[in-house]
């Protein structure tokens, strides 16, 4: 196996394909693990292939989405073709499918969210060629699964016709009959590989078209319909999934769904909790119907004015429809508040903005359903504008305006919302509001105004943010109170005056892979008892402190970055606890680490360097522990150990400085062991007139000069330390 593909060192070999092979890598400028990609040359991989294939590759990297795995680079190197891509650390839905261990509702939400990327790329005028369950991975992000998109126009560097041999490259499984008739796929033909997996996930793996050869599968494609499903798989689905198969597996392209995102639509208009007796399938026009006509059971009712209006009105659909109804809202304002207490699906119509529905008093929409789903909406009133009282509903693409108090709050014991692709905006006291014992997920929204919260986490609620923005300038982005649980990843929080995020008495916060820049207080602020961690995140230009932990709270950090801060990098006081594990802190106008007042620090392998004041500072009763750290250029001493403090160095270098290595206090404590002191601009250690000896234990080499502080005050060089 080679050790390096382009610049990508190789750790282990994941798994061989047609293709192929695809590798685990590390990239060693950015510090990521990536999948790499290689690309077999056939003997037709000419320079018209090749060329092919770049096309598609930059494609492919263009893409940008939740649901599709990011292609970082594409090359050669050595005569060998590669794809640097994305690592998804998960199983690919295939196996999920075929495993049995996920419900049904489980997969078909994972392939709803495979539809929302499709859609993403084919408006990008990119169509994938191969879809199949394989090519969909899936990760697991906090409780909720994620599907990603791999492989986008890979399948352009076979041949899109038979081989010497007669048989087709490729899965003809998922092939759409006019791919097979033309060899030229489109945006449809990637919908019917889409209804074949739907196919697979109804029936547990079976597929809808077989044979005994290549040649019988596409025979079956091309002429016959699906086989049908068994008594017991009708059973065990949603009754309007069969009629969701069909028009995905039909024949002719134009019978199909118009776009991937309608594919979405539907299947998830049947993982309501209870299903209703009848859900049709949406019609990409839906027919107009007599306005007195009562709606259906499930059913499709048209708000608005004009032929295509069947209800003047939101309140009057609501009363009309049954659990299950889609109401489709046309391009308007309505001016209403209103309670929804059905399972029903409320979907503007038109481009994002041109439905508003406005309350002057009360909220647009309060949801006491058991579940339901707003899409492409814009509510907007005084605040609260929308609340959720309970159950699993979805907000999709929404706009949530507050003009005061919050604009959304999450109210009573089990609500569990999701919102995906949500802009909250407004003013007063926060932007949303998770009730005492709820739980929500947010996904790709953006919080932003002048509230004096982002987030405000109840006490026993659990939310979880994934790749959200919070942006509020005069407030506070997140603020979790007494017992409350919050978990981050992908998010980015920047600007607010009142720090970044409040961790309160006993709650718990976990945070990855994400940013917390520019607040005007403290980025981290952790208060009595609480726990904090925080992995692969980056805390830039704070103007207090990074992290602050007081009052017995711990906090632990793996892999962050702390920088240029106008204040301190981390603090912790009052027997809190602060644990640092391969962090880099720099940059950082006064003390990288500041531990007092019966505190304590543990750190291993980071680094603390540039910095425009001391590197460590142990003050009153705060104790420091640093294992196999560097300490270097920093513009004050290294390591500062005040009256009453204590400093324990174990393999640690401390050099370059443009000041001491160590300055030790009377009363203070320092020990080094195996540590290295050297190039430091003023001498290695400077002890204070009345200051103990530093402990040395085994083979330290302190090749800076030792000084002590004389009677008056002068310093004085004494015998170096052996």
Known sequence: MREKIGKFEIIRLLG???????YLARDPHLEREVAVKTIHLASG??????????????????????????????????????????????ADLDSLIRGGELPQAELLELLAQA??????????????????????????????????????????????????????MGTVNYMAPEYLDSGKAEPASDLFAMGVILYEILTGGRRPFTGETASAVLTAILRRDPEPFSPGELAAMHPSLPEVVNRALAKLPQDRFPCADSLAEAIRATLGRHAPAHVPVPAPVPAPAPAAAASPSGGVLVVGKGGKGRCMSLRVALRQATGGTQILVMPG?????????????????????????ESPKGPCLALVAPSGRLSNLTLTGPGPVLTIAQGRPEVIGCLIEGASGPAVTIGG???????????????????????????????????????????????????????????????????LLPGARATLEDCHLSGQDAGGLQVEAEARLEMRHCRITDSGSVGVLALERAQ??????????????????VAGAVVQM???????????GVSVMGKGLLTLEGCALSENLEPAVLVHQGATVQMKGCTIFDGQSFGVVCAGGGKGVLEGCEIYGNLRTGAKVEPGGSLLLVRCDLRDGRDTGILLFEDAEVTLEECVVHRNARGGILLAKDASDPILRGGNRIQDALLRAGAEGAVIKVAPVK
């Not at 994620?146 to 890979?154: E, M, R």
Request: aromatic share 6%; net charge negative.
């Open 413 to 479: 014991a089990g609500a569990e919302p999701l919102f995906r692709d949500c802009t909250v905006r407004g003013s007063g006291s926060a932007a949303v509001v998770v009730g005492a014992h709820t739980g929500a997920v947010f996904e790709d929204c953006l919080l932003e105004g002048d509230f004096l919260e982002g987030l405000r986490v109840a006490s026993g609620a659990r939310p979880a943010l994934m790749r959200c923005r919070i942006l509020n300038e005069p407030g506070m982005g997140l603020r």
């Open 558 to 568: 793996h892999g962050c970055q702390v920088r240029a801060g106008r204040g301190f």
């Open 115 to 168: 539809c929302d990327g499709l859609s993403y790329a084919h408006e990008r005028k990119v169509v994938h060629r191969d879809v199949k369950p394989a090519n969909i991975l899936v990760n697991r992000i906090g409780k909720r699964p994620l599907a990603k998109l791999v492989d986008f126009g890979l399948a352009v560097v076979g041949a899109s016709e038979l081989t010497q041999k007669g048989e087709w």
């Open 16 to 22: 061989r394909g047609a293709m192929g092979e695809v």
């Open 532 to 549: 904090v961690n925080l992995e692969d995140c980056e805390l830039l230009g704070h103007a207090h402190s990074a992290v602050h932990a």
């Open 333 to 357: 304002v309505y001016r209403e508040s209103l309670v929804v207490d059905k399972d029903v699906t409320i979907i503007g119509q038109g481009a994002a903005g041109d439905v508003v529905i």
């Open 45 to 90: 991989f000419g320079p018209e292939a090749t060329a092919r294939f770049e096309r598609e590759a930059r494609a492919a990297g263009g893409l940008s989405h939740p649901n599709v795995a990011t292609v970082y680079e594409f090359g050669q190197d050595e005569g060998v073709h590669y794809l640097a891509m994305e690592f998804i650390p998960g």
